[in-house]
């Protein structure tokens, strides 16, 4: 992947989609772009982040449910890639309204690999398309902040203005059900909970049930009983 410096695309599309698209979703872009590719392509009658001779190249920051159809009628005729971030480094910074930086805090939330089923609960089915390509990028990133008064009573008003890439660290990629068996490590028991899944991966039982919800629909473990409350389940 090219650095945006480096890189000539074609821009074919222009208007609403770029003014609005947010400057961690550009960036990304640009991080993906090589010599070559176009930027919104019409195809059919969706845009397109990015084409690359045959494949096409969706970026989605957040929010999976708002793709999903899109991707389920893209994927039956052409090759696809959906490319997520995750935030492994956070800094918080916090401007005035008049764009003055009044401070830069690093956050001390961190993002794991295993928050990608907090989107891929959505659209797990498409893991089984043969024309599917699930790319995690591992970043840091700048949030920025505005102290405009119009924000969440959580953040005292402050209002979350936009997201900034700092680094891409890492690329994961999924192209097919088994190699999402990284997230049932050997040390996990034959038959399992979601409390014994939480407890290997060190996360909440909520999201332990996302990451099986997802394999289950993935046909990769299966529910094989209960105990009390508890569902149990083993891979397939």
Not at 17 to 34: D, F, G, P, R, V
Not at 94 to 117: A, C, E, H
Not at 184 to 203: G, Q, Y
Request: aromatic share 8%; glycine share 4%; hydrophobic share 40%.
């Amino acid at each position: 992947m090219g650095q945006a410096e480096d890189v000539v695309y074609i821009l074919e599309q222009s208007g609403i989609n770029i003014n609005n698209e947010k400057s961690l979703h550009s960036s990304i872009k640009q991080w993906y772009a090589i010599p070559g590719d176009r930027l919104e392509v019409k195809v059919d009658k969706y845009i397109i982040d990015l084409v690359r001779e045959d494949s096409l190249i969706e970026i989605q920051t957040r929010n999976f449910s708002a793709i999903g159809n899109k991707l389920r009628e893209l994927v039956k005729y052409n090759m696809v890639t959906l490319v997520h971030p995750i935030a492994i480094e956070k800094y918080i910074v916090t401007m005035d309204d008049s764009d003055k930086v009044i401070s830069r805090r690093k956050s001390p939330k961190k993002g794991k690999l295993v928050d990608l089923f907090d989107e891929l609960i959505r659209i797990p089915d498409l893991i089984d398309e043969e024309k599917f390509i699930l790319e995690i990028l591992m970043t840091k990133e700048e949030e920025i902040r505005c102290k405009d008064g119009k924000g969440s009573w959580r953040r005292k008003g402050i209002s979350i203005v936009d997201r900034k890439l700092v680094q891409v660290v890492e690329k994961v990629t999924f192209k097919e059900g088994k190699d999402f068996f990284m997230f049932l490590p050997e040390d996990l028991p034959e038959n399992f909970t979601n409390k014994d899944l939480a407890k290997i991966l060190k996360v909440t039982v909520y999201k332990a049930r996302k990451v099986t919800y997802c394999l289950r629909k993935m046909k990769i473990i299966k529910e094989v009983g209960k105990l009390r409350n508890e569902l149990i389940f083993e891979r397939r």
